[in-house]
């Protein structure tokens, strides 16, 4: 597992198995800076994927305490780009008792036309 720092106050570890990549997003992205490294991270992190032929992207966000609108519209640019270019399945896994959370990946779902971006599961311990 690899573990990249957003900011001091963010983090994603990163595991990778047979064309699959797994992002667990931990912490609170609440700045300009922080929506930067991110912006950069996940353009990387897209060739990458398209470098090892990764075919399934699992995102879970159960972790992240807060995220500003600049990083909401980072990761919808993200997720659009990776769906529009059909090259891996996507997939959230947020916590629904988290407001933010859940009336961000459902308005998501919405901006993008219902593709099967969306995994809603429980509260994790």
Same mark, same amino acid.
């Given at each position: 597992?690899?573990?990249?720092?957003?900011? %001091?106050?963010?983090?994603?570890?990163?595991?990778?198995?047979? *064309?699959?990549?797994?992002?667990?997003?931990?912490?609170?992205?609440?700045?300009?800076?922080?929506?930067?490294?991110?912006?950069?991270?996940?353009? %990387?992190?897209?060739?990458?994927?398209?470098?090892?032929?990764?075919?399934?992207?699992?995102? %879970?966000?159960?972790?992240?305490?807060?995220?500003?609108?600049? *990083?909401?519209?980072?990761?919808?640019?993200?997720?659009?780009?990776?769906?529009?270019?059909?090259?891996?399945? *996507?997939?959230?896994?947020?916590?629904?008792?988290?407001r933010w959370q859940d009336v961000t990946f459902e308005s998501i779902r919405i901006i993008l036309k *219902?593709? %099967?971006?969306?995994?809603?599961?429980?509260?994790?311990?």
């Amino acid at each position: 597992m690899e573990t990249f720092a957003i900011s %001091d106050k963010a983090s994603i570890n990163i595991t990778e198995d047979t *064309g699959a990549m797994t992002l667990i997003w931990r912490g609170q992205i609440d700045s300009d800076y922080a929506n930067s490294v991110m912006r950069d991270f996940l353009m %990387d992190l897209h060739e990458k994927c398209k470098q090892k032929n990764i075919t399934k992207l699992i995102t %879970d966000f159960r972790g992240v305490k807060f995220m500003f609108s600049s *990083g909401i519209k980072t990761l919808i640019g993200w997720f659009k780009l990776f769906s529009d270019e059909n090259r891996y399945k *996507g997939t959230i896994i947020y916590n629904n008792k988290i407001r933010w959370q859940d009336v961000t990946f459902e308005s998501i779902r919405i901006i993008l036309k *219902g593709m %099967d971006l969306i995994n809603k599961e429980s509260t994790r311990d």
